[in-house]
């Protein structure tokens, strides 16, 4: 199963983030995963939240540039080689993953990684048939 | 000391009656070889016998940058093309270059300015001249370079960048006379601090200092830093390059060869001539041109004039250091840049829209440092920094080649780009000069 991922423009300047935070934190979403890239000169924030649609109005309402995205949110043992055995099976089945980042954890057994991949169709196939455990919402 | 002494120091009815005579040739030539400006003159209704005095040039039409792009590349050729000796072409433009064509006797008036330009400075045959600007279609290289060829000094050829070079050649040559814009001085100034050259203890003693605005306070660093005497150069492409004024050693104005070029100063709104001490538009006409002599150019370069004798000696008109401009053009390390061509790429660079701003900035190195923010518009941002790293040189590589000069790119939330009824703010120069 896919997960919406909002992305966001951030030029480096002092207080978008906190800009950004505020106006999710106004239209009631929780934020579950983030993380940043950052180049020198720009950032683009990504961010998986309870509810996609009301935050990425509430950022575009607020002046914000953003894209909302496919990836894939992976369920897996809070344990040694849990990661290890995900990219193992990415990597025998060639899927190529642009970036990822960890999400907060969802319960004190399990974590939650979030993959950003080329081909989010086959990569949800491999995903399926190699029976993972993905999650569609927080 | 002083190159040319016949016509440096003229008395002021001999030169008004070698300019009128001079003027009235021109007329002569632009009327009978250069369609443009015969149609331009009939237009006007004036001719070759409208010229009864120097006062009378009012009368006549003005030449504009647009005149020359309109006619590029031969349209206003006064000579045959086989008589053409060499090319220049004006940095940066709005796409189409402005040329301006040599013949023989054109170089050596160019030769004859640039020797002044260069004696004022102090310059001999006994000096050893480095010469930091750009060889190739800008004029200022080859303009330098002939003039200390005329002079008789010995040249160094070194064009423009690799400082850590310059520095040694400097040192182990033993220039004497340093040409480079005013920044680029201040730039080598630094880098021989850090590389531990200590010019002052070198045999450099005088610079002539143009191409770019710069200021008073600039010249006392350049000649603390540097120990050296500078001096400020003036010239553009359209005219004949460097060599049309420059200052003695009395530091105050710059010297214009009156025999070569005539000045005027106007009113740029009216376009009427002002009297000597009122700030206004300079005008230029080239008094002795064969390849693309000019009628009243409007330089767009605001300055006062004043006539009479200077201490030094020279009878000719001294131009104030230049206060602006009159357009909205940047001159950016050199380059001659407008608002409008950065508009005209970036409309061509397939997704960005064209609101931008242009941030100028005299860095810590002395060098104009200039930042081109663009806005990211939503259909460009695709949550990877890869395409907007690629976005990014996109636009610094058209920019270099449409503008020549180097921008520092800096994408920008959309929106956020001040919006203004009427004419947008498109420049902030923070340029302490």
Same mark, same amino acid.
């Given at each position: 199963m896919k997960i919406q991922q909002i992305s966001v423009f951030l030029e480096n300047k002092t207080g978008r983030l906190a800009d950004v935070t505020r106006l999710i934190a106004s239209a009631g979403v929780n934020i579950r995963a983030i993380s940043i890239a950052d180049t020198a000169d720009f950032g683009i924030l990504r961010l998986i939240v309870d509810k996609p649609a009301e935050a990425a109005e509430a950022l575009t309402k607020g002046g914000f540039t953003t894209r909302m995205t496919d990836v894939l949110a992976i369920e897996i043992p809070d344990q040694p080689g849990s990661l290890a055995k995900v990219m193992e099976i990415f990597k025998e089945t060639g899927v190529n993953i642009e970036y990822l980042y960890a999400s907060l954890e969802k319960d004190c057994s399990t974590a939650v990684v979030i993959f950003k991949v080329e081909d989010i169709e086959h990569s949800t196939k491999i995903v399926e048939e190699h029976g993972l455990a993905t999650i569609d919402c927080f | 000391m002083i190159w040319n002494p016949q016509f440096e120091c003229q008395n002021a009815v001999d030169r008004q009656l070698l300019q009128l005579a001079r003027l009235k040739n021109l007329v002569e030539t632009l009327y009978s070889r250069v369609d443009f400006y015969r149609r331009k003159l009939d237009a006007a209704g004036?001719?070759?016998?409208?010229?009864?005095?120097?006062?009378?040039? &009012?009368?006549f039409p003005f030449t504009v940058k647009d005149d020359l792009r309109d006619t590029y590349p031969y349209g206003l050729l006064a000579c045959t093309q086989s008589e053409i000796e060499e090319v220049h072409m004006s940095s940066g433009t709005t796409g189409v270059p402005v040329v301006d064509a040599y013949t023989r006797y054109d170089v050596e008036c160019w030769e004859e300015g640039m020797a002044r330009t260069l004696s004022g400075a102090? &310059?001999?045959?006994h000096d050893t001249v480095q010469n930091c600007y750009g060889y190739g279609l800008f004029t200022g290289g080859l303009g330098v370079h002939y003039g200390a060829k005329r002079i008789g000094a010995n040249i160094?050829?070194?064009?423009?960048?690799n400082t850590a070079k310059q520095l040694m050649v400097m040192r182990d040559f033993g220039s004497t006379i340093l040409c480079s814009t005013p920044s680029y001085a201040l730039f080598m100034a630094e880098e021989a601090r850090e590389a531990g050259f200590d010019v002052r203890s070198m045999r450099l003693r005088s610079g002539c200092f143009g191409a770019e605005p710069w200021s008073e306070n600039m010249r006392k660093q350049i000649e603390a830093e540097l120990g050296i005497d500078a001096f400020d150069i003036y010239g553009l492409t359209e005219i004949?390059?460097?060599?049309?004024a420059f200052e003695c050693e009395c530091k105050d104005g710059m010297h214009v060869n009156e025999d070569l070029f005539y000045p005027e100063i106007i009113d740029p709104e009216s376009g009427r001539p002002l009297p000597d001490g009122e700030k206004g538009e300079l005008v230029f006409t080239t008094?002795?041109?064969?390849g693309t002599p000019l009628l009243r150019y409007r330089t767009r370069d605001v300055t006062i004039i004043s006539h009479g004798a200077c201490a030094c000696g020279r009878t000719t008109a001294k131009i104030h250091r230049l206060f602006g401009r009159?357009?909205?053009m940047l001159i950016i390390r050199g380059v001659n840049v407008f608002p409008s061509q950065i508009e005209h790429a970036l409309i061509e660079i397939e997704g960005t829209d064209p609101n931008y701003l242009i941030v100028l900035d005299r860095g810590p190195a002395h060098l104009d440092e200039v930042e081109l923010q663009v806005e990211v518009k939503k259909e460009l941002f695709t949550d990877e920094t890869r395409s907007l790293e690629t976005l990014r040189d996109k636009i610094e590589s058209v920019m270099k080649s449409k503008l020549g000069i180097q921008l520092k790119i800096k994408l920008v939330e959309p929106k956020t780009i001040e919006r203004s009824v009427g004419k947008a703010k498109r420049v902030v120069d923070r340029r302490k000069i």
């Open positions: - | 004036v001719g070759p016998r409208d010229l009864g005095s120097l006062a009378d040039i &009012a009368k102090g &310059a001999t045959r160094i050829p070194m064009s423009s960048g004949t390059g460097p060599g049309v008094l002795v041109k064969e009159t357009d909205d």
